[in-house]
Nanobody, 124 residues
């Protein structure tokens, strides 16, 4: 079992930045591929970014490529999402997720554990 707790969400103006954090506990953190997903009202949960177990590979949704950066610290059991040049369409609840695998999945149904989510609101 892995417990995930997100933080760092909030209200920001378009063009601004936020850094989301996800604290993991329970099992060996470095055994898990980590990802960030988001869900806007009335929409399905979508992949935002993912990172392999030791951070050697990352992947991003086209909509955030060049603006968002995912990273992890396996000593602190943390994963981060740095979000720059935020747009109103980035408004959503952002979820941290973990997958007990070596593969970097981009679909929500492949993730094993989820945090409770943190709200990000970008005003125009």
């Amino acid at each position: 079992q892995v417990q995930l707790v997100e933080s760092g969400g909030g209200l920001v103006q378009a063009g601004g930045s936020l850094r989301l954090s996800c604290a993991a506990s329970g099992r060996t953190f470095s055994n898990y591929v980590m990802g960030w997903f988001r869900q806007a009202p009335g929409k399905e949960r979508e992949f935002v970014a993912g990172i392999t177990r030791h951070g050697s590979k990352t992947q991003y949704a086209d909509s955030v490529k060049g603006r968002f950066t995912i990273s992890r610290d396996n000593v602190k059991n943390m994963v981060y999402l740095q979000m720059n040049s935020l747009k109103p369409e980035d408004t959503a609840v952002y979820y941290c997720a973990a997958s007990y695998t070596t593969l970097l999945y981009t679909t929500a149904d492949r993730m094993d554990y989820w945090g409770q989510g943190t709200q990000v609101t970008v005003s125009s």
